[in-house]
């Protein structure tokens, strides 16, 4: 089969259309902040205390009415990483 065979038989698929510039642009993308936040299966509550990341701020992320600043996203890629050693690093700082 090539490629614009199979393109065609794509589209012709009632049931799963590919989605087309307009479908693609209104489509929400989940903010990273939650996808890291759900792979470590927390509760926005036990993130925030974990991480220290005010608890309002946290669902601003994550509801897209915010988005972290370039310090907090290099901070979220440390707990990506890392959440072990950036919890640490959170608890020794914190005594």
Do not use: H
Not at 12 to 23: H, I, K, R, S, V
Not at 39 to 67: C, H, K, M, V, Y
Request: proline share 8%; net charge positive; aromatic share 4%.
């Amino acid at each position: 089969m090539t490629d614009m065979q199979a393109e065609a038989n794509a589209r012709a698929d009632p049931d799963n259309p590919p989605l087309d510039t307009a479908a693609l642009s209104a489509m929400r993308r989940v903010p990273r902040v939650k996808v890291i936040r759900r792979a470590l299966g927390l509760t926005q509550q036990a993130f925030a205390e974990r991480f220290a990341i005010p608890l309002g701020t946290l669902r601003d992320w994550e509801q897209g009415r915010s988005s972290p600043d370039a310090p907090a996203r290099a901070y979220l890629n440390v707990i990506a990483v890392n959440p072990e050693a950036a919890a640490e690093a959170i608890r020794k700082g914190a005594t």
